[in-house]
């Protein structure tokens, strides 16, 4: 990492949804699926899948700051997924599904945790929120047909029905932070 660019990890159900809605955010320079804070090495997609591997699918985030501040990801983050159900979205369920940040320095941990904190006490939600706070561990990238998935099957049926509202929710959303 340079020092022009930082870089997040974020947890927020099936990765094709958050991969769509972050490679359409101004700023964001690259976007990588992938799995992270389990115990298996070099896991793949099925093993991930059994919920036996403690993995999240997750995706990477490199990004500009000077385009883009952490609070306003987290800001797209929270409003794309479902903070406030344990090891699910939707009909996504298993742990590998858990609503999660995952940092890369002391600095961004503390900051994510206050994040979560102020938006636990905001009444944002009507639940509480359970997204997990931690420090990235044993990440790996998904397997090449994961990665730009939604771009290249868009008219797929999960594609169609579940990532391209999120992408849309955001575009309305965030209109200010959307590319062209």
Partial sequence: M???TALI?????????TEAVFLG???????????CNGHVERPSYEQVCTG???????????????????????QIFF?????????????DVGTQYRSGIYTHSPKQLAEAQAFV??????GAFRQPVVTEVLPEAN?????DYHQNYFAQHPNQGYCAFVVAP????????FAQYALA
């Fill in 2 to 4: 340079n020092d022009s």
């Fill in 9 to 17: 990890t974020l947890g927020g159900g099936c990765f094709w949804c």
């Fill in 25 to 35: 955010v101004r700023g964001v320079q690259s976007v990588q699926s992938g799995y």
């Fill in 52 to 74: 036996q591997t403690g993995h999240n699918e997750v995706v990477r985030l490199r990004w500009d700051p000077q385009q883009i501040t952490l609070d306003a990801l987290l």
């Fill in 79 to 91: 409003l794309t997924h479902d903070p406030t159900t344990l090891n699910r979205q939707g009909n």
């Fill in 117 to 122: 904190a102020a938006l636990a006490t905001s």
């Fill in 139 to 143: 990440y790996w990238p998904a397997e």
């Fill in 166 to 173: 999120k992408v849309e929710k955001f575009r309305k959303t």
